[in-house]
């Protein structure tokens, strides 16, 4: 029995060993494992942090390639722009000084017989517009010495001179300015 006991107790020891040698290995196993899975997971989060970088780069990329097209667009319209300038340039022929300077001469002339016909034309207004008070001054005062010198007074004088107050009479409408 204590042979027996001891090959038991020897075998007993074996498997203990082989245990304990296996939760080693299965240990390690375990670190190993949970390295391998906080590995993977950084490797996924870089690899996401990546993905988005290139989603915003390709989106850059269309942004830019749009500007680059605008500003060719721009450019040759520019070009086009600046062929016609240059051509209109060229074909443009400056006067002579002398032509440059009896046109500013004929225009400062002009200018002020403008400003003399319009003075004229204020004074004439104003001269028709004295004629025409004189004018109806005496048509009231003729209407008064009518109306006084007449034997009989009737309502048919006191409207006729109040109508030719109101109106300009024929002749009045018919004389030119500034003719007295």
Request: aromatic share 4%; hydrophobic share 30%.
């Amino acid at each position: 029995l204590r042979i027996q006991n001891r090959d038991y107790q020897e075998q007993i020891d074996e498997r203990i060993q082989e245990i304990l040698k296996l939760k080693v290995i299965a240990g390690d196993a375990v670190h190993c494992l949970h390295s391998t899975r906080n590995e993977q997971a950084d490797v996924m989060s870089e690899s996401e942090r990546l993905r988005r970088l290139v989603a915003q780069r390709r989106e850059l990329l269309q942004q830019l390639t749009k500007e680059v097209q605008k500003t060719r667009r721009e450019c040759e319209e520019t070009k086009v722009e600046s062929l016609k300038l240059k051509k209109r340039s060229e074909d443009y022929k400056v006067p002579p000084v002398m032509t440059y300077i009896t046109t500013n001469a004929e225009l400062y002339e002009l200018t002020k017989k403008l400003e003399s016909w319009q003075r004229k034309l204020h004074i004439s207004e104003l001269a028709v517009k004295s004629q025409q008070q004189k004018e109806l001054r005496l048509r009231r005062e003729l209407a008064q010495f009518t109306t006084a010198a007449s034997p009989v007074r009737g309502r048919h004088d006191d409207t006729w001179g109040r109508e030719q107050q109101a109106r300009p009479s024929r002749v009045q409408q018919r004389r030119p300015a500034g003719e007295d």
